[in-house]
């Protein structure tokens, strides 16, 4: 690995890419907080630079191609070259299959789905230059179908088959990629969920418990902690994994 430690999080504005960011600045990278508005990073970068840790903020929408390869670019140039990538950016256009629009499916599926494969296409040769590099994909137990969200759940599965792939090509190079797939995270996302719902967030946080086996529902944190150990050089021989972290196999 070299000497400069620069970490890309999209998707970091808040929620689970919020927290990754501060732990990994926390555990040393200097950080690239990405967002698709750049201003909305301000408290992520400011969070990291009280503590002592070198933060950016960088507006990207990660599903346009110039605008992704003008974000890695403008990482490279002010912090270093990228070694870590987390594409965790999405969005939520849930509905019933007979009721969801094409353009409910073209988005998700191009946030998530696209938006992974772009940045990851220009921020993986920085990694395959250095010899060394993680990918952590954001998944979700969606993947694994649920009511509703066949949008998200074949991008979240889709992402799954990117991530093998990826560890596939990328290996010999030095790079590891995996996924994570989290279960019952608490944050805007869900609470809006239980808005679309019409149940209140405390209520529909505790009944998510109910069927999680430690009986907990997940915190940015969580998530944060396990992408922390994957782009440690302590998982440099975990690759092409999707890594279940939901307070049980299945929830």
Excluded at 66 to 86: C, K, M, T
Excluded at 119 to 143: D, E, F, P, Y
Aim: aromatic fraction near 6%.
């Amino acid at each position: 690995m070299t000497d400069t430690r620069v970490a890309i999080v999209t998707g970091a504005a808040r929620g689970i890419g919020a927290a990754t960011a501060v732990r990994l600045a926390r555990e040393g990278f200097a950080v690239a907080v990405c967002d698709l508005d750049e201003a909305a990073c301000a408290d992520t970068v400011e969070t990291i630079t009280k503590d002592g840790g070198t933060a950016l903020a960088v507006g990207v929408d990660v599903a346009d191609t110039a605008r992704a390869d003008a974000a890695v670019a403008r990482v490279a140039a002010e912090l270093g070259p990228p070694l870590v990538l987390v594409n965790n950016a999405g969005i939520t256009r849930d509905n019933l299959l007979f009721k969801m629009s094409d353009d409910d499916w073209d988005a998700v599926l191009s946030v998530h789905l696209r938006g992974s494969f772009v940045m990851t296409r220009a921020a993986q040769a920085h990694m395959t230059k250095a010899g060394w590099g993680r990918i952590v994909n954001l998944s979700s137990v969606s993947a694994l179908g649920n009511r509703g969200q066949v949008n998200y759940s074949a991008a979240k599965a889709g992402l799954q088959g990117f991530t093998k792939t990826l560890a596939i090509e990328l290996g010999r190079f030095g790079v590891t990629a995996n996924a994570i797939a989290p279960g019952f995270i608490a944050t805007e996302m869900t609470a809006a969920t239980a808005a679309r719902v019409g149940v209140d967030f405390e209520d529909f946080k505790a009944a998510a418990a109910r069927e999680i086996p430690v009986r907990r529902v997940g915190v940015p944190e969580d998530i944060a902690g396990t992408v922390a150990f994957l782009v440690g050089d302590d998982a440099s021989f975990v690759s092409g994994q999707v890594i279940y972290v939901a307070g049980g196999p299945r929830a």
